[in-house]
């Protein structure tokens, strides 16, 4: 399990699987599977826990760009599965890897209680120690930003709006 905070409001769970895939689960109470979703493709909410710069075409078959200047990283692709408040998938790769072979990612939006639960599968990978290094990347950076999501969430108005009902 991983947690990026102390309090652990949002473990992040890794699900058993094979090397060609990583499955991640985190929970998002207070929050339903729509607005969730929203935190996915909408570039001024997108912007507050992953990328820094963020293009978006949301809809099936659109393109999306992320972008960190900083660190001169783009990861591009296209939506593939479009469901809002229920499934999002995507390609992924990355500009400065363009010898990386292009993964896939599907986001499960389920509710959960009052709130969400995101189901993240990203793959495919193979059995070589490339891959595997790369996949344990993947694995580390969903559990550090699905927490960060969790602390924006956490801190959006809409929070505030759920808990004065």
Request: charged share 25%.
């Amino acid at each position: 399990m991983f947690a990026d905070r102390a309090d652990t409001l949002n473990p992040v769970e890794q699900l058993p699987t094979t090397v060609d895939k990583l499955v991640l689960i985190a929970k998002y109470p207070d929050i339903p599977p729509a607005l969730l979703f929203d935190y996915w493709v909408k570039p001024e909410l997108l912007t507050q826990w992953w990328p820094q710069e963020v293009e978006t075409d949301p809809r099936m078959g659109g393109a999306y760009h992320l972008a960190w200047p900083k660190m001169d990283w783009s990861l591009r692709g296209h939506y593939n599965s479009f469901e809002p408040g229920r499934q999002l998938g995507f390609t992924w790769q990355w500009d400065h890897e363009p010898h990386t072979p292009t993964r896939d990612v599907l986001v499960y939006f389920e509710p959960a209680g009052d709130g969400a639960r995101l189901v993240v599968t990203h793959s495919t990978y193979n059995d070589s120690e490339q891959d595997q290094q790369e996949r344990q990347g993947h694995l580390e950076g969903w559990a550090h930003f699905l927490g960060r999501l969790q602390e924006v969430i956490d801190d959006s108005p809409h929070k505030a709006n759920q808990e004065g009902k």
